[in-house]
């Protein structure tokens, strides 16, 4: 029962950020609220890679380099597609992560560097709610932002 709560918690994720992601096009990726602040482009690009990084502490591997964590906006982004491909992977891999993790595994300890030792599931929540906080970004961005 526990794996069909966490793939239905995934699939609600997945869909409710996809309302605000399908609306990213080549034409909007530039939209931002003023200009220092990052485009639609670089966050989304931004949710693909930490979703693929953060399962990095789970023990997955990845071959997806970071270029938005910590990083100011220089042309990231610009590759809707591949952004849009990097989203994918990741929710492809929390999906096989609760396919492949035991039960009792969940309320294992996981050392993360931004909230230091968490149960796992806490840490698949964040890389949820991380999602879900951006792409309600993005949608205000879309809403209300213009291209500088």
């Known amino acids: 029962m526990q794996k069909e709560i966490l793939l239905n918690i995934l699939a609600q994720n997945k ?8 609306q990213i096009t080549a034409e909007n990726a530039g939209f931002k609220f003023n200009e220092q602040a990052n485009s639609v482009g670089f966050i989304y690009r931004h949710i693909g890679e930490t979703i693929n990084l953060f399962g990095t502490f789970f023990g997955l591997s990845t071959d997806i ?3 938005t964590i910590g990083e100011t906006e220089n042309e990231q982004g610009q590759n809707i597609e591949e952004s849009n491909d990097l989203i994918e992977k990741g929710y492809e ?3 096989k992560l609760i396919e492949n993790t035991p039960d009792s595994d969940w309320l294992e300890p996981i050392e993360t560097p931004f909230s ?16 879900s906080h951006h792409a309600g970004q993005i949608s205000l961005i879309l809403a209300k932002g213009k291209k500088y």
């Open 15 to 22: 869909a409710t950020n996809s309302f605000a992601l399908s």
């Open 65 to 67: 380099e970071n270029t």
């Open 93 to 95: 891999m929390l999906q």
């Open 116 to 131: 230091g030792t968490i149960p796992r599931v806490r840490l698949f929540t964040h890389i949820l709610f991380h999602s």
